[in-house]
């Protein structure tokens, strides 16, 4: 083993051990810089003599990996960390025999065939439950193998199965009348306002604060959830006068643009958010689900019917790429098929 690979081995073994005793990230990434730079001025070898080199056990193996992959992708999203961790996990009860590092190809396609077989919701697994779970694996192994833990992605060799494209459900103008008609005050009428003109994942939204809000021209400046790129979101007329009315009734001094109602005043989660539009969904006597994604997604759909262009579409959303906004906006809707329709006909 070389000098570097020893460098990064021992590296990777205190970091796993003290992440046990230090539970701040900043610590721990401090840690990781000291040693590196201490070890920057030293050549190391390993001793292959004595003593006798270390055997783990399987879940000691698969322990140690599972919390140093915890600790290099620390500053990934929480909801992302558990998405692979949750994968991870479902192989590891799956096949017992192995550590995760001593798993191949046929390893992944016959536990992916076993997963695939497993019932959804709805009876029949879904294609994207499926892809997810292949791409979470699929990006712990790249990890190893860039981590020179392994020298290729097993996972690689399988294929993603083909997603058939449902038409993107929003709401209708009519819909969204008796979703305001059914707030039963200014917070949440506010918190419908300004979902419908952003366009905004619930995420980004509960992380506003008020300096980020310009309320006079309706900007607000926030830094993606996925990416992490800055961009700017747009209060509408509606969206800045019910907002402002709501401002008006606010007795804290949260600096969140939607803090909790009752004390300890702070920042409002994802689920309290949901909950509210949930509430309201319920009021409205409408027969679709009432909740933030929606909302983008309407968003979405209404610049499209406008004539609003696939790169517009995915600056105002926030999209990683055109590719994914092409995904779900490039198709004609019946709204734009009915406006061709009627500029030809005869």
Request: hydrophobic letters at 35%; charged letters at 30%.
């Amino acid at each position: 083993m070389g000098t570097q690979a020893v460098k990064a081995e021992i590296i990777n073994n205190v970091m796993v051990a003290m992440s046990y005793y230090i539970q701040q990230q900043t610590i721990l990434s401090m840690l990781e810089q000291v040693m590196q730079q201490e070890l920057v001025r030293v050549n190391m070898e390993e001793i292959t003599t004595l003593p006798a080199e270390r055997q783990d056990s399987i879940a000691e193996r698969n322990k140690y990996l599972i919390q140093l992959f915890m600790i290099k992708k620390r500053n990934l999203k929480r909801g992302t960390l558990e998405g692979y961790l949750g994968a991870i996990k479902r192989l590891i009860t799956v096949i017992t025999n192995k550590s995760l590092d001593q798993m191949d190809e046929t390893d992944m396609e016959w536990y992916l065939s076993r997963y695939e077989q497993r019932e959804g919701l709805h009876g029949k697994l879904e294609a994207t439950t499926y892809n997810n779970e292949r791409r979470f694996l699929s990006a712990f192994y790249t990890w190893m193998r860039k981590a020179k833990f392994i020298a290729d992605n097993p996972v690689e060799g399988t294929e993603p199965k083909k997603v058939t494209l449902k038409p993107i459900d929003y709401y209708s103008p009519e819909e969204i009348i008796k979703i305001r008609d059914a707030c039963r005050n200014v917070r949440e009428r506010a918190i419908i306002e300004v979902f419908r003109s952003t366009g905004a994942r619930v995420g980004e939204i509960a992380e506003i604060t008020m300096e980020q809000v310009n309320l006079e021209t309706g900007d607000v400046w926030i830094q993606g959830e996925k990416g992490g790129k800055y961009r700017t979101l747009y209060l509408d007329d509606d969206a800045r006068h019910y907002y402002r009315l709501y401002l008006d009734t606010r007795e804290d001094d949260c600096p969140y643009m939607f803090p909790r109602s009752r004390r300890p005043y702070g920042k409002m989660t994802t689920c309290a958010f949901r909950g509210i539009m949930k509430d309201i969904g319920g009021r409205a006597g409408i027969t679709s689900r009432v909740y933030p994604h929606k909302m983008r997604k309407t968003l979405g759909m209404n610049l499209k019917n406008k004539g609003v262009d696939i790169g517009t579409i995915q600056e105002v959303l926030g999209h990683a790429s055109p590719a994914v906004t092409s995904q779900y906006y490039a198709q004609s809707t019946p709204h734009t098929l009915r406006s061709v329709r009627e500029r030809v006909a005869v």
